[in-house]
Structures are given as structure tokens and as C-alpha cells.
């Protein structure tokens, strides 16, 4: 690295521009921005640095002189990014999802090994001031062992809201929101229910230094309400029990379509439990069982509001209770100081299989998956050719390789090819071999 102030580019103009406007802030320069659409590219420009870089496109954009690159572009389109920013020999932070089908894990997990390169998730719930008082309070040991936790991040939407963020095809709307993509192929209206799910498992990872080792899904497709919605993925909720690297059981739902919203999490503990409040207040409540004769009688109870441990000035205004500052923050630190990122490949893409497998185990009627170890080339050379999606490709407009909806409501779109029936088959002979899998 040439400087003290890490260069930085950044890639999509949605959400990226969250983040973009917190790289000066955190120690970095901004350099670069790509997005297709040119009449976003000026939104940089209160940010750049002199001599910066404007693309509308990806391969030009990842030769300018940079140190990093934030990849915030299409929500199951990052991993092909990443690859390649990688192999153009700059860091990587990408946003949530780290990869949306098993063979685009492998080939991240081989692309950071091969070229030495560095890899960040960009997942920012678990550092908002009350996850990070979470993980101080169970390191600490006061609580004893994990034994089951929850994880919530329910983020209902009404169609109004869909459209805005997903545009219909109508022009109007089409001027209000373009996001580059076809409209009906955006991946917002494709997202099956237990793809975004990182904001409810990170946190509870982050927490405990656990990671998801296997998993089983139900999903509640309630129709009528799936038929009024503007999406072809009409779960309201998917809700996956998921067994962990130290045989704890956690229960997570990642942006479940019901009310009310809110972030939730909880940990509970062979001597204790603590939990964020629900409603997003970020407050804590702890308490620990009377360890007196008479069992079951809370002795101790705690509710307090945590502030950050460090940086709290710059973190309290920034969006998501201060995950937006500490994301780019922490990778920035990667390359300046040579910290190491927290949700490293591994970790980012054990969220990503986890909402994978999961969902398959949603179309299996609830069938236990287990999430292969891509650390060995072993397990990867079985899922390097897993290429089944419940999303289109929003280049070709090849239809999904999966559904994205538990019932078959809407994904007609494609005329006969019909992607549940393709797909159910495939998936009852692998939940018959499930068994097998779960070791
Ligand atoms: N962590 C969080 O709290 C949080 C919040 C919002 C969004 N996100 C994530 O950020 C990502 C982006 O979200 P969004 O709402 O901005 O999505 P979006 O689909 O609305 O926008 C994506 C942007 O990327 C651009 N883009 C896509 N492909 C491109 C290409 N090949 N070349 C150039 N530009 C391209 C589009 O033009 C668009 O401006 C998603 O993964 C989403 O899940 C995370």
C-alpha cells in the first residue's frame, strides 16, 4: 500500500453510498466509484479524492490505482466481483451475501487462497453498540456455555415499498428507482425467504466465536398475502434451527415478511442469558438463575444501554446503530494496520451456505442439511459445480434454477419452465441422502 490512507473504490451507487461516505471518515480516501447507471456516479462527487475515477464499467473500474474495493452491487451477484477484484490484487469488503449458490463459494474460497488476498464481509449488525456489548458480556465467561440462541431480523415491507426498491414496469417508477437491472429480473422480487439472512446469524457468530454447521428449515408461504405482494417470493417467514461447530442449537429468521419489525438476539447460557430489547432499542437485559436452594428464582436482572467500546463519537450518527461506521472502519484497519477481518472468507461464506442449504431444506419440507467445510478442497471439489439459484441471471435473463417461493405462486413469469418442478425432484433425492449427510 503507497499511503497511510488506504484508496478506496466503490461498486453500485445504492447502498454503497452509505458506505462511500463513511470511507473519509474512517482514515481511507475515496477513488473510485463504478455504477452502470451514469446519472448516479456524480453522488461521489462530494467525496473524491482529486484525480478520482468515475465507471460505468466493472473491469475498467477495477484497473484504476486502488487499495480496496466495496462491492455493493445486485444482492446474489457479488462473489463473481469479488473473484475478480481479487485477482486484480486489490482487498475486497463485499455486502451481504458473500455468495448466492455453492459453486460461487467455492470459487471465492479458492480465489482468496489462491492469490494471498484480502477478503471482508461486510456484515455490520454485529457491531452495533449492544452485539458488541453482547460478545463482551459471554467472553467474559459470566454467563457459562452457549446452549441455544435466536436471532432476528424481520424487516416487513408492504408491495408499495417493494416497488420502490424493485421498480414495477412502469416508467414512472423505472425514473424514481432505476437500479440498472430489468425490472421484473431485480433481485428483490426473486429473494427467497432464508437468503437474507446474515443480519440475524452474524451477530449471535460474532458473539460467541461459533459458526453454523448444519441446518433445517419450515417456511410459511400464507398465499393470499403471497398473491397480494409484488414479489415472486411470497414466504413471509423461514425460520432455520441451526446446529453450531460446538453442538449448541440456534434459531434464526432473517428478514421475515411479518410484523412487528425489529433486530432481535438472544443467548442463552448454562448459568445466564442476555438479550438485546426487543423493538431496536439498544439496550441489554441480563439475568442469571438463583443458584440458592429454591431453583428458578431470578435473583439477578440487569437492563442497561451499552455504548460502543471505542470510536463511539464517530459510530453513534452512522446508519444500522453504527454497523455502517464499524464495517468500513474495521477494513480499512485490515489494510492500514494489518488487523484481520473478523468475517473473513470462511466465516462469510458459512452465512452464505447457510441460507443456501437452508432454503433447500425449506423446499424439502424441513429436511437437516449440513454445510460443507470449504476450508478443505475435499468438500469443495463435491460443491464446486452446485450452481442451482432461486434468482435470474439479470444479464441473460435466464430463469432461476430453483424456486424462490415454497408454493408455486407467481413463478410462472418464464411460461413453461416451471423452476419448482424442475427442482423437487432433484431435491427429494437429496433429502433422501440428508441423513447420511448430517454427521
Ligand atoms: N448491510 C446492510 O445493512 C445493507 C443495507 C442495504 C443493502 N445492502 C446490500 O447492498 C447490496 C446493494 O443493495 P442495493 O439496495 O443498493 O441494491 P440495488 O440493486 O438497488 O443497487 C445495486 C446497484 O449496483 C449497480 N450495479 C449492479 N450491477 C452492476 C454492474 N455489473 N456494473 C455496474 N453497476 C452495477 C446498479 O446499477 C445499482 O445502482 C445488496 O447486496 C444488499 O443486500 C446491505
Known amino acids: 500500500m503507497s499511503t497511510d490512507r488506504p484508496r478506496i473504490g466503490v461498486f453500485g451507487l445504492g447502498r454503497g453510498c452509505d458506505l462511500m461516505r463513511k470511507v473519509n471518515l474512517c482514515g481511507g480516501q475515496l477513488v473510485a466509484v463504478c455504477d452502470r447507471i451514469p446519472s448516479k456516479l456524480s453522488r461521489a462527487e462530494e467525496y473524491m479524492a482529486p484525480g478520482g475515477g468515475y465507471y460505468v464499467d466493472f473491469d475498467e473500474f477495477i484497473?484504476?490505482?486502488?487499495?480496496?474495493?466495496?462491492?455493493a452491487n445486485y444482492f446474489n451477484d457479488h462473489a463473481r466481483f469479488a473473484v475478480k477484484a481479487l485477482e486484480a490484487g486489490k482487498a475486497v469488503m463485499s455486502e451481504c451475501t458473500a455468495a448466492s449458490t455453492m459453486a460461487d463459494c467455492v470459487a471465492l474460497v479458492r480465489a482468496v487462497e489462491k492469490t494471498g488476498g484480502i477478503y471482508m464481509l461486510g456484515?455490520?449488525?454485529?457491531?452495533?453498540a449492544s452485539s458488541q456489548e453482547l460478545r463482551r458480556i459471554y467472553l467474559s465467561g459470566r454467563l457459562g456455555k452457549v446452549v441455544f440462541a435466536e436471532g432476528e431480523y424481520v424487516h416487513p415491507m408492504s408491495s408499495n415499498g417493494i416497488l420502490n426498491i424493485a421498480p414495477w414496469m412502469n416508467e414512472k417508477d423505472r425514473?424514481?428507482?432505476?437500479?440498472?437491472a430489468a425490472p421484473i429480473l431485480h433481485w428483490r422480487r426473486w429473494l427467497a425467504r432464508t437468503y437474507y439472512s446474515t443480519h440475524a446469524m452474524a451477530p449471535l457468530m460474532y458473539a460467541t466465536d461459533l459458526e453454523p454447521r448444519d441446518v433445517s428449515c419450515l417456511a410459511a408461504c400464507i398465499e393470499e398475502e403471497a398473491e397480494k405482494d409484488s414479489r415472486f417470493?411470497?414466504?413471509?417467514?423461514?425460520?432455520m434451527l441451526v446446529g453450531m461447530s460446538d453442538g449448541s442449537v440456534f434459531r434464526v429468521a432473517g428478514s421475515c415478511n411479518f410484523g412487528p419489525a425489529g433486530t432481535w438476539y438472544r443467548l442463552a447460557c448454562t448459568k445466564g442469558g442476555v438479550e438485546t430489547v426487543r423493538g431496536n432499542r439498544p439496550m441489554i437485559r441480563m439475568n442469571f438463575p438463583d443458584d440458592r436452594p429454591t431453583p428458578g428464582v431470578t435473583v439477578t436482572e440487569q437492563c442497561y444501554t451499552p455504548d460502543f467500546p471505542e470510536a463511539a463519537e464517530l459510530a453513534k450518527n452512522a446508519g444500522h446503530g453504527g454497523g455502517d461506521f464499524f464495517v468500513v472502519y474495521n477494513f480499512i484497519r485490515t489494510l492500514r494496520d494489518g488487523m484481520k477481518p473478523y468475517f473473513d472468507v470462511y466465516k462469510a461464506v458459512a452465512l452464505s451456505e447457510m441460507a443456501i442449504m437452508g432454503w433447500r431444506s425449506a423446499l424439502a419440507g424441513g429436511?437437516?442439511?449440513c454445510l460443507p467445510d470449504l476450508r478443505l478442497e475435499s468438500e469443495r471439489v463435491k460443491?464446486?459445480?452446485?450452481?442451482?439459484t432461486p434468482f435470474p441471471n439479470?444479464?441473460?435473463?435466464e430463469p432461476p434454477t430453483m424456486p424462490c417461493c415454497t408454493r408455486d405462486i407467481k413463478t410462472n413469469y418464464y411460461g413453461d419452465i416451471d423452476p419448482f418442478e424442475a427442482y423437487k425432484a432433484r431435491v427429494?433425492?437429496?433429502?433422501?441422502?440428508?441423513?447420511k449427510e448430517v454427521k
Open 63 to 71: 484497473q484504476h490505482d486502488m487499495d480496496g474495493v466495496i462491492i
Open 123 to 128: 456484515e455490520n449488525y454485529p457491531f452495533t
Open 383 to 388: 460443491w464446486e459445480n452446485y450452481t442451482f
Open 394 to 397: 439479470n444479464e441473460t435473463g
Open 367 to 369: 429436511v437437516r442439511f
Open 233 to 239: 417470493a411470497g414466504d413471509g417467514a423461514a425460520p
Open 428 to 435: 427429494a433425492a437429496e433429502a433422501e441422502k440428508a441423513e
Open 175 to 180: 425514473e424514481l428507482y432505476d437500479n440498472g
